[in-house]
């Protein structure tokens, strides 16, 4: 018990320090109805930022208590959410995933991959972030950003509008 308390002692604190917050929209979504519906779109992610998404949805964040929910397919979305830098394979289907989400919509770049290519910019087989394919309303940095990053950008999303 001594050597164990002396080598916690030794180590210290290793925690990272709190995510920096997610900067605001672009320009203005009128989404807001008090729930969000999203569609994820992987367009070339390494996958490290599905596994914070698959966090996000486990009952400790629990944003469908918040009216935040994945669908299936886009025509039921009011957003789109897409990970990874956009690959040349994905282009096309970002494309068609955009055009087949009804307005108004929020395109939403989550992970330095999707805001600017990240890691992979440059590479051969990657077309860059997302805004290089479609128009892009709100970005969520990091790579790959928290749990609770993601919840606190998707939370304003779905946040009503004030009536006057
Ligand atoms: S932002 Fe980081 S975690 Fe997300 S897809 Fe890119 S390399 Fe992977």
Redesign the pocket.
């Given at each position: 018990m001594h050597k164990i308390l002396l080598k916690i002692f030794r180590t210290g604190n290793l925690t990272e320090p709190l995510p920096v917050p997610a900067p605001p929209l672009e320009k203005p979504c009128s989404l807001a109805r008090g729930s969000l519906s999203i569609r994820h779109v992987d367009a070339?992610?390494?996958?490290?930022?599905?596994?914070?998404l698959h966090a996000l949805n486990q009952s400790i964040y629990s944003p469908e208590t918040l009216g935040i929910r994945f669908v299936a397919s886009p025509r039921h979305a009011d957003a789109l959410l897409v990970?990874?830098?956009v690959t040349l394979a994905m282009k096309e289907a970002l494309k068609a995933t955009a055009g087949a989400t009804p307005n108004p919509r929020a395109i939403i770049a989550?992970?330095?991959?999707?805001?600017n290519g990240?890691?992979?910019r440059g590479s051969y087989a990657v077309a860059g972030g997302v805004a290089e394919v479609i128009a892009v309303d709100g970005q969520i940095p990091?790579?790959?950003?928290a749990p609770g990053q993601i919840l606190a950008f998707l939370e304003r999303l779905a946040l009503p509008e004030p009536h006057p």
């Open positions: 070339g992610s390494c996958n490290a930022c599905e596994l914070e990970t990874g830098p989550m992970g330095d991959c999707a805001i990240g890691v992979f990091g790579c790959p950003p």
